[in-house]
């Protein structure tokens, strides 16, 4: 289907919390690429182009190489002679401005630049970081984030963002699961979608919106052991059937922009990987925008091995379909003579460049070039109710693991009868922690840490917050233990903010082999539970850590990844019961690291060890020979999907539209798809969000397929008592899959289909796909 017609099918996720996200497939036509009228006006300016001036579209500055000594050091006069085309990490309406005035007034063609920058989470007003706002399993949530965030950046002259992520990472040792929407390919592609939306709003020519770009193209999240950069062997049918959906997703949404990845796929580097940039993004699926290489890659090629020079690494580049090089130089260094010795041919540069000029002229830069500046000293200040809003995002993307206390009493939420809080541990007062990685032109001054707003909420009615920090992030120095034992020793309640160090140990170049909590954070939380109080377990971070002793000994526990500037306010809020947790799960949480790569949509395996006996050794030796670890349970600790609420809700039985459907009629199109249903009720007395997920199963096809699948979910809101039905679709796009002749079909099944709380319950029904 060509490209143009396929903008038409988007997923319309705005109306993710009204209805059952399978039912959201809607026709809203996103930013087209392929307008004819630009494309002429592109033709001509091609043709009044140089080599030089073709080749300056497909060569981005990064910020290192402006700097005095850099190669681009004269960044002002490359841009005056027309050698550049983009730049990153140039921000301020006066800054972009006075380089775009040189591009536009004194280069010879008048071609604007197009300024990018990794805007991830926000721009000034930081939400939460990507894998927490996916724990809200609201897309339109992270819609009206991403739009914020283009607001703020776009004023400041940046029309072009870095994000999404959308790389399923299914390895939490892997630094980089901080940056994306976690494990399944349904989520991801939900969130992939809303991000775009957000950012590129209902036109690209709006001054406010940001050119999105899918990332990184494709597989890195599969890295080999969870190391950053390592690379990735897999299957077509695993690529097609996980790896790609979110990709698409987003450019079905219309993304005009993809960033090739780092590693190798199959042997391949990404940034020169053929078969992915041409033959996937091109002609399977007709994307008409532009392809940049993530940092360096282009020259990376050749520590790869698959080039031994510059010239082999920009031909080989180029030819598979990379259309920008960033920040290696190579394309403006090489290019010139590919082209003249024949070695590439002059209308691959012109097709790259003419990628690089659509999304300018999609942009409207040629039109308007600059943006208004602020007058002097008045530089553009949040707005409050974007802030308000971030709190919103991050009191949903909190996930309440635990709560348990004493005789059956929950610890959270703390009553209005506790007057004594010991607040311990390196996260606690840590602003600049909050903001994450990527965090954009975030300033640390703009965070209210749970600090200060724990002190502001209880001081006015005499209550006390007992701080003691008890130790750092990473470290083994233990001074501090006496004042935060004797801290706890005072308070009624202590709550204790652990974690980790958000631009250490999270995201690029951030890869952990082990996954417990850093330094000496165990000790001091097994010191302070010594206390005998109840303790509240906050956890920051940007990855699942393995928390198997807090899990047994710790009441409470909730993992508050890094919630961004509103992180004090949402947590207190949360702690004291103003709002209920409602955040899920979007990556499995291990017992120990080698579990890892853990993840629910696992195969069965032909010896599946369900209803073994799993302690060590097994009562019965015949059980040892069973897909199980010998020293450590298969299931997660804390499952994908899973997330408790300060009320409780209950699923009633499910009910199916028909409990047969025709695998022709379905790849034909012509049946109606099965409606399953349930009713979910607020049993508990608060009011609360619950998540309701659909999971599915098939058997008896043509090649093995996982254990459940995320195929639906749906967020709503329950008063106390009150109950609500949810209903999803299961049709042709819940039940096809790549079968064994790699063909998207629907198979003859026999099929389970689930809704429930989690990915390790609910209530469940039998339906089957006959021929
Ligand atoms: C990262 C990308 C990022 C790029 C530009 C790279 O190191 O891998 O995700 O967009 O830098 O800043």
């Avoid at 530089?379 to 005789?407: H, I, M, W, Y």
Wanted: charged share 20%.
């Amino acid at each position: 289907m060509a490209f143009r017609q396929r903008l038409f099918r988007v997923l319309l996720l705005t109306l993710a919390s009204t209805f059952p996200f399978s039912l959201l497939r809607a026709q809203v036509a996103p930013p087209p690429l392929d307008d004819p009228a630009i494309e002429q006006r592109i033709s001509q300016l091609l043709a009044q182009m140089t080599l030089e001036e073709k080749i300056a579209q497909t060569v981005h500055f990064a910020d290192s190489s402006t700097g005095p000594g850099s190669p681009h050091a004269d960044y002002k006069e490359q841009t005056i002679q027309g050698h550049v085309g983009s730049f990153e990490n140039i921000t301020g309406a006066a800054e972009t401005n006075a380089l775009q005035k040189l591009a536009v007034e004194k280069s010879r063609l008048h071609i604007p630049l197009v300024f990018a920058l990794d805007v991830i989470h926000g721009y000034r007003t930081i939400f939460p970081v990507p894998l927490a706002m996916s724990a809200t399993w609201d897309p339109s949530l992270v819609e009206r984030a991403s739009r914020i965030a283009a607001k703020e950046a776009t004023r400041e002259g940046i029309r072009w963002t870095f994000s999404p992520m959308v790389d399923i990472a299914r390895d939490a040792r892997w630094g980089r699961i901080v940056e994306g929407a976690g494990e399944d390919p349904f989520l991801g592609s939900a969130m992939a979608a809303a991000y775009v939306r957000g950012y590129q709003g209902s036109r690209l020519d709006d001054p406010q919106s940001l050119l999105a770009c899918m990332k990184h193209f494709v597989g890195y999240g599969a890295a080999e052991a969870g190391r950053e950069y390592n690379s990735v062997d897999m299957s077509d049918r695993m690529l097609r059937q996980v790896y790609l959906p979110p990709f698409h997703a987003g450019l079905e949404a219309g993304a005009g922009s993809v960033m090739s990845a780092f590693n190798a796929l199959n042997g391949v580097p990404a940034t020169s990987n053929s078969f992915t940039l041409t033959q996937i993004l091109r002609k399977e699926w007709g994307f008409q925008g532009v392809v940049i290489a993530d940092y360096g890659a282009v020259r990376e090629t050749i520590a790869h091995g698959i080039a031994t020079d510059g010239q082999t690494a920009a031909r080989k580049s180029i030819l598979a379909g990379l259309d920008v090089d960033l920040e290696s130089n190579t394309y403006s260094r090489y290019l010139p003579e590919l082209v003249r010795s024949g070695a590439v041919p002059e209308s691959v540069v012109d097709q790259a460049a003419r990628r690089m000029l659509r999304i300018k002229f999609a942009l409207g830069l040629f039109d308007h070039p600059y943006v208004p500046e602020p007058p002097a000293g008045a530089a553009p200040q949040p707005d409050p109710a974007d802030v308000e809003f971030a709190r919103t995002v991050a009191e949903r993307s909190f996930v309440l693991l635990k709560n348990s206390g004493a005789a059956g009493k929950a610890t959270l939420p703390l009553g209005p009868e506790v007057h004594s809080v010991a607040l311990i541990g390196p996260l606690a007062d840590s602003a600049v922690n909050m903001l994450g990685s990527w965090g954009a032109r975030g300033n640390p001054a703009d965070v209210v840490t749970l600090r200060t707003a724990l002190t502001s909420r209880m001081k006015p009615s005499g209550g006390q917050v007992l701080y003691a920090k008890g130790t750092e992030i990473l470290t083994a120095d233990q001074s501090g233990f006496a004042a935060a034992v004797a801290a706890a020793k005072q308070a009624e309640v202590v709550v204790v903010a652990l974690g980790e160090d958000a631009a250490w140990m999270t995201a690029e170049a951030a890869s952990r082999a082990h996954l417990d909590l850093p330094g000496n954070q165990q000790q001091l939380l097994e010191a302070v539970a010594a206390t005998g109080k109840p303790v509240v377990l906050i956890i920051f971070s940007g990855r699942p850590l393995a928390l198997p002793w807090a899990a047994d000994h710790v009441p409470a526990i909730l993992e508050a990844w890094f919630p961004g500037v509103q992180a004090g306010p949402a947590l207190v809020r949360t702690l004291f019961g103003d709002v209920s947790p409602s955040g899920k799960l979007t990556v499995s949480f291990p017992h120990s690291v080698g579990q890892e790569p853990l993840y629910y949509d696992e195969f069965n395996s032909g010896r599946p060890a369900d209803g073994v006996d799993l302690s060590h050794p097994p009562s019965n030796p015949g059980e040892k020979y069973h897909s199980r670890y010998v020293d450590e349970p298969n299931a997660p600790l804390f499952p994908f999907g899973h997330g408790l609420s300060y009320t409780k809700f209950t699923y009633s039985p499910l009910e199916l539209s028909t409990t047969r459907l025709s695998a022709s009629a379905l790849n034909q199109k012509t049946t109606p798809a099965l409606l399953v249903s349930a009713t979910v009720r607020n049993t508990g007395s608060r009011s609360g969000d619950e998540i309701a997920e659909l999971y599915i199963r098939l058997r008896g096809t043509s090649v093995a397929l996982p254990v459940k699948q995320l195929e639906g979910f749906r967020r709503i809101t329950l008063a106390p008592g009150e109950s609500k039905r949810v209903e999803f679709t299961v049709g042709r796009d819940e039940l096809a899959f790549y079968n064994i002749d790699m063909q998207n079909v629907v198979e003859p099944a026999s099929a389970t289909v689930w809704i429930g709380p989690s990915s390790t319950e609910g209530e469940s029904a039998d339906f089957v796909v006959a021929e």
